[in-house]
Each structure stands twice: as structure tokens, then as C-alpha cells.
């Protein structure tokens, strides 16, 4: 099926499908290393439009990644085939927008939507860690190591009483599954935007392993302040004695 390329931007639009690449070290223009997350954001295809005569209210769809056309159902095909986009993996709505700017099949990229500086948030699942302890689930303390205690170093401790309760009560921290969650992080900043390989990179961790997919969207939380490094005048008189120590380069 034939990709129709359309118009690549809508003003206002701060929400975008991506893919988490991994981590990697992000050096600042005041010197300063940050640990940051890469994402693979967008392009984004326009795959539904709603609107409140048609559906009740005001939203479109979004989808991002392609996929094999023999692992879509018909329904899925056939709305695919409307917005005229290859298969897409993952779709979200979003709302709270205008769908009037909008088109099927319209092409969504990260470049003019965010810029360093920005803050955002990410939704999305955490890793699996199958049944875990409760020292692993609840980061219990463990019992003691010494006094014969050979093989309660992580048990969970007591449960209930078993006389006047006789049971356990709902709630209670216990060893079980971890993970697998739906997370957010919020008011993380971003660091870097490349439009030409939609890539996007923000300072901090993104739930979720390699190759997992998240929600961008602009942070609803309130601006923080931006962090100003200044060096101390102890630190600047040390940086020019050592300047001055050092040896003149040699001339050529």
C-alpha cells in the first residue's frame, strides 16, 4: 500500500507516539553530564479523526510503527486503509484539541514540537520482574543474620495474628507479581531534538526496556527553575594559577 505524505505539523500539537532506544551520557553547554533516555519519536500518522456530531467528542488517533499487514485483523485494515497509512503498531487518542485541523493519513513529526528546555511527561509500562519477595517488592529489611536465624534473612516477618484475626488481611505487603505497570514520569526536560533522525533526548530514566513504547505529551505539571551552575571565586582563582603555570605551547 502506497504511504500518502501530507502536511508534517499542527500548531499546538504537544503530544507524540515513540519508541524507547536506550540510555546514553549527554554532555550540557555548561560542562555539565547527564544520564539521558533516546527516544525514537514519531513520524505519527493521523489514523482517526472524532469529533462530537460523529462520536460524542472532540479527539484524534495517532499511530506509530509499522507492521506486517498479515498480523492486522480486518477491522483495523480497513481503518488503516481509510486514513490510507501502512499497518500501525501503536495507537492513542488524544483529546482536548481542535479536530478540525487535522486530516486522515496527516504525518506528525517531534521537529518544532519540542525544543531543549521543554519539560514532558512519558507514560508508559515498567519492566516485568515475575514473583518477586517481599524484600524485592517492598524493600522489606530482611530479618536478623545472626542468632541461628539460617534461613530468615528475607522472609517477609509476621502476617496476622492467629488467634484474633485468624486471617490475613487485603492489602497486605506480600511477596507477589512486580511490575508490569502503568507509569509516568513527570516534568522531565528535554535535552535534544534531532528532527531529521526523530529522535528525541531527556534528561532522566523512561519505564519500560529497550524497544517499549511510550506517550510524550507536554508536562501538566508547573515550570521548574532552571538550575544555574556558577564556578565559586575559589575555584576560578585555582583554574587561573593553574593557567598560568602551565607551559607555553611550542611554535611551529
Given amino acids: 500500500m502506497a504511504q500518502e505524505t501530507k502536511q508534517t505539523q499542527t500548531p499546538g500539537l504537544k503530544v507524540i507516539l515513540a519508541k524507547k532506544v536506550g540510555m546514553t551520557q549527554f554532555f550540557s553547554a555548561d560542562g555539565l553530564a547527564h544520564g539521558a533516555t533516546v527516544l525514537k519519536a514519531g513520524p ?16 484524534i488517533q495517532l499511530g506509530f510503527d509499522q507492521r ?21 503498531t501503536y495507537l492513542r487518542e ?9 486530516a486522515l493519513g496527516m504525518q506528525v513529526d517531534v521537529g518544532g514540537m519540542f525544543v531543549p528546555g521543554d519539560y514532558i511527561d512519558v507514560h508508559g509500562t515498567s519492566k516485568g520482574k515475575g514473583f518477586a519477595g517481599g524484600v524485592k517488592r517492598w524493600n522489606f529489611r530482611g530479618g536478623p543474620a545472626t542468632h541461628g536465624q539460617s534461613d530468615r534473612h528475607r522472609a517477609p516477618g509476621s ?33 535534544k531534538v534531532d528532527p531529521e533522525q526523530h529522535l528525541l533526548y531527556i534528561n532522566g530514566p523512561v519505564p519500560g526496556p529497550a524497544g517499549a513504547y511510550v506517550y510524550v505529551e507536554s508536562t501538566v505539571k508547573r515550570r521548574k527553575k532552571k538550575l544555574v551552575v556558577e564556578i565559586s571565586h575559589k575555584a576560578k582563582k585555582k583554574l587561573a594559577a593553574k593557567a598560568a603555570s602551565a607551559p607555553a605551547a611550542a611554535k611551529k
Fill in 68 to 88: 506486517k499487514p498479515k498480523n492486522v485483523d480486518k477491522a483495523s485494515m480497513g481503518r488503516f486503509e481509510k486514513a490510507k497509512t501502512q499497518p500501525l
Fill in 159 to 191: 502476617l496476622a495474628g492467629r488467634r484474633s484475626l485468624g486471617r490475613v488481611l487485603p492489602g497486605k505487603k506480600m511477596a507477589g507479581h512486580l511490575g508490569v505497570e502503568s507509569v509516568t514520569m513527570q516534568k522531565i526536560e528535554v535535552l
Fill in 44 to 59: 505519527c500518522y493521523v489514523t482517526q479523526v472524532k469529533t462530537k456530531q460523529t462520536d460524542g467528542y472532540d479527539a
Fill in 94 to 102: 488524544v483529546r482536548d484539541i481542535d479536530p478540525a485541523a487535522f
